[in-house]
């Protein structure tokens, strides 16, 4: 059948005038620059690649060295199940079939798509009713119409100047958050892992603590800096302690030394708040995550981080395909391993490093949005990646907003509030749902 | 093993068996996780004999040996037997009981990530603590058994919510990681509502410490290690084959389920005794079998090995707790996190170092 598949594509080159490209040694157009789109194929039996990814997948297969190349195969006998092996050899029954099945793939990817959209809705929904809800509940025209013309009346006020900055700034962090958990899992291919594993929680924490310790600052909108430059400090130490001499970071060690930093900072952290009640006493809100008190002014520091970390990290879909590929066989594919990771560890450090500067550690998102995300669309980064981000803010946006509302006199913190919210939706999810393992 | 091998193992970064000279190697790795072993037990006793001699009331060491015979000064006997030997007896055993099941969980979950937090059984016992303290106002004896209460209930809950026609291991760690999310929100919650006082009392025991621990706690956690540490002991045969994976130690004969749940049971056991003494001195379940593998050089995770090293690391974060800011005590467990954290800093820092990684 393979043999017959490899003929059709032929066929089909020569017919399009286009070069028959057997120049690589594996001898199939994937393993020349489109390697990524096997990343995925090999978890969820649902073949999602394209056009020429299909074929090449069954071919290559079989010349991949190792355990992959076992995995790799499953798409292939999933093809020749459906369409029986006695006419496998006819050309023009394997072209038929390739045809079928390349619609298969724009039908997935149609609906994934939907999927998205549907998920921006919500989005959308939780952003207004998030402006709407509050001490004084304002009416969603109300909200709608300040939007589109302010007319300097005072619930217009309380939106532009409360609840706008507050709201945009919790898409911003859910986004961040959820997109730099999803990349830390799919750069330690652990999990377990999250956002905090890179020191980040840890060393902006420690930050925190300096600068009320020894500079007396107490407002959310001072500490700032610190924490970005602790989380920022922190995840440089941990990758550079991650890697291995000569070649770069390594899942299990990058976890260790992550682990090891974050302890240490932890004991300094321990050691400041028991003598001192008043750090204490700071900290302890600090660390539960908030997004109360932040006005537009700590988002007008965080933003330009944010929006290049989550640029990045919504470009790294496909290198991030192979990767999960493991490192041997996306070498042999061409990728750049190195290139990826540092790109990979960039985006996380200006993500966690901002959305933690602005928030406080929140770190329930990081870790179990991309478990719901890979769920719903399998493990192929390219929408692991965008679901994660919608998903994360629409979490915390909903935290938030419900935080406001149960409690009769002050509030929830969002921090409590997305794990409690968030946390039996996820059980419920992972006994429902086979995961995709990473 | 002078020269290392060339590729470690993917997952739990451990060098694979050599295919050659095996009869060789195989000894001279026996010889070297004896002569690891024999140093960290040589260490944990000189270690455990400082402890015994600096204080504020400094005393040496003949007084001390004279001291545990019953004899010598009277001040000399006092703190020697009421004061340092059960406080020092705590913390190895506490170090004992932390390292064999940080062990097995990494063992089990076959993740150095792996521990007691990701059953949830840290996030019960330290929420049913707090809320002992803060809601309660419970005693240090409630507050230890409400911790153990908390701990083994939320392991159970856990395992429950994580079973459909058998547990499969990793939806019982993404369980986990939920519920211990859901127990560590209230605790934070019932922290921010606190009244100061209060909380900084919860905080403390959150933190760990080997502060003024008496025979009574020594016996009740020797009782738990010494009933459930041979049995944990005794399953690490089955555990080293389960590191290969479920299905090939199915093929070897070992009763995967089984296995599975015990080590589960006595690993928390294990872990609820020392939680129960000294609150939930954080790390060492992580670092001790590591630390240890990576010295000893095993292949699997040495269950024994982490045990020792885990008696090592609190015994020595007991003692610079302190005299480090002498007269003032820092707990045990911020100690343990700086001193265990940059050890195992180090330890990568010189892998990285010398290329072997």
């Known amino acids: 059948m393979e043999a017959s598949v490899r003929r059709v594509r032929r066929a089909r080159q020569a017919a399009s005038g286009r070069p028959v490209r057997n120049g690589s040694h594996l001898g199939c157009p994937a393993f020349s620059g489109k390697g990524h789109r096997l990343a995925f194929t090999k978890f969820d039996g649902v073949d999602l690649s394209e056009d020429s990814g299909v074929p090449a997948t069954s071919a290559c297969a079989r010349d991949a060295p190792g355990r992959d190349a076992v995995s790799l195969e499953q798409p292939s006998t999933v093809v020749s199940g459906i369409d029986g092996a006695d006419d496998a050899e006819d050309p023009a029954v394997a072209e038929s079939m390739l045809d079928r099945r390349t619609r298969a793939h724009a039908r997935v990817h149609a609906l994934r798509g939907a999927g998205l959209l549907a998920a921006l809705g919500v989005l959308v929904l939780c952003i207004l009713l998030s402006i709407a809800v509050g001490a004084k509940s304002i009416p969603l025209p109300t909200v709608w119409d300040a939007l589109w013309n302010f007319d300097g009346s005072y619930d217009h006020s309380v939106i532009f100047e409360l609840r706008l900055p507050r709201t945009v700034l919790g898409v911003f962090v859910g986004a961040a958050l959820g997109l730099a958990g999803a990349l830390m899992q799919a750069l330690t291919r652990n999990p377990l892992a999250e956002p905090g594993i890179f020191g980040v929680n840890s060393g902006a924490a420690a930050a925190v603590v300096v600068a009320i310790f020894v500079f007396g600052l107490t407002s959310p ?158 493990p192929d980064q390219r929408w692991v990646l965008p679901y994660s981000a919608v998903l994360a803010a629409v979490l915390l946006t909903g935290a938030d907003t419900l935080g406001r509302i149960v409690v009769a006199n002050g509030e929830l913190e969002v921090g409590i509030v997305t794990a409690l919210v968030g946390a039996p939706l996820f059980i419920a999810l992972v006994r429902r749902t086979r995961m995709a393992q990473l | ?223 738990g290690v010494g009933v459930l540490g041979p049995a944990v002991l005794a399953l690490g045969q089955r555990l080293r084959l389960m590191e290969m994976g479920d299905d090939t130690a199915h093929a070897l004969g070992v009763p995967v389920q089984t296995t599975q749940v015990t080590a589960l049971i006595l690993a928390s056991a294990l872990t609820g005794a020392a939680i129960a003494v000294s609150g939930p001195i954080g790390f060492i379940a992580l670092a001790a079998p590591q630390l240890a593998r990576r010295l000893a050089r095993t292949t699997g995770t040495p269950i024994f090995g982490a045990g020792l090293m885990g008696a090592l690391l609190l015994v020595t974060a007991d003692l610079v707790g302190q005299r480090a800011l002498a007269p003032a005590q820092l707990p045990v467990g911020a100690v343990t996190a700086v001193i265990g954290g940059s050890y195992l800093i180090w330890l990568l820092y010189r892998e990285w170092r010398t290329g072997r990684a």
């Open chain 2, 1 to 223: 093993m002078t020269t290392a091998p060339p590729r470690p193992h993917p997952w739990t970064g451990s060098a694979p068996p050599p295919a050659r000279g095996a009869r060789l190697a195989f000894s001279a790795r026996r010889l070297r996780i004896a002569a690891v072993y024999g140093t960290l037990l040589a260490a944990t006793t000189a270690v455990f004999a400082v402890s015994l001699m600096v204080g504020d009331y400094a005393i040496a060491l003949p007084d001390v040996l004279l001291a545990l015979t019953g004899e010598g000064k009277r001040l000399d006997v006092f703190f020697v037997q009421g004061v340092r030997l059960p406080r020092a007896w705590t913390a190895v055993l506490v170090g004992v009981a932390l390292g064999i099941a940080g062990g097995v969980f990494q063992s089990l979950s076959r993740n150095p990530l792996g521990s007691p937090d990701i059953i949830g059984f840290t996030g019960g016992a330290s929420t049913a603590a707090v809320a002992t303290i803060l809601v309660f106002g419970g005693t240090m004896t409630q507050v230890s058994i409400g911790a153990v209460i908390g701990g083994i209930a939320t392991a159970g809950l856990v395992y429950l919510l994580a079973l459909k026609k058998g547990v499969q291991g990793y939806r019982l760690i993404l369980v986990g990681i939920g519920i211990n999310a859901l127990l560590l929100a209230v605790r934070d919650y019932l922290m921010t509502r606190a009244d100061l006082t209060e909380a900084v009392a919860a905080q403390v025991w959150m933190i760990g410490s080997l502060h003024g621990r008496g025979w009574g706690e020594v016996i009740a956690v020797a009782i």
């Open chain 1, 221 to 378: 909108g001072a500490y700032v800096w610190f924490a970005f430059a602790g989380a920022g400090i922190a995840a440089v130490v941990v990758y550079a302690l991650g890697s291995r001499g000569r070649s770069g970071a390594t899942p299990v060690r990058l976890a260790l030394a992550g682990a090891a930093l974050a302890a240490v900072l932890q004991g300094f952290v321990y050691s400041v708040i028991v003598f001192n009640e008043f750090v204490f006493d700071q900290i302890r809100f600090w660390q539960v995550g908030s997004l109360a008190g932040r006005d537009l002014d700590v988002f007008l520091k965080v933003w330009p981080f944010l929006a290049v970390g989550i640029v990045i990290a919504l470009l790294l879909g496909p290198a991030l395909n192979t990767i999960a590929l493991g490192e041997d066989l996306a070498a042999a594919l061409g990728a750049r391993i190195n290139h990826t990771r540092v790109l990979t560890a960039l985006a996380i450090v200006l993500l966690c490093g901002s959305a933690t500067a602005a928030a406080g550690p929140i770190w329930f998102v990081g870790l179990t949005i991309p478990h719901v995300a890979r769920a719903i669309v399998g």
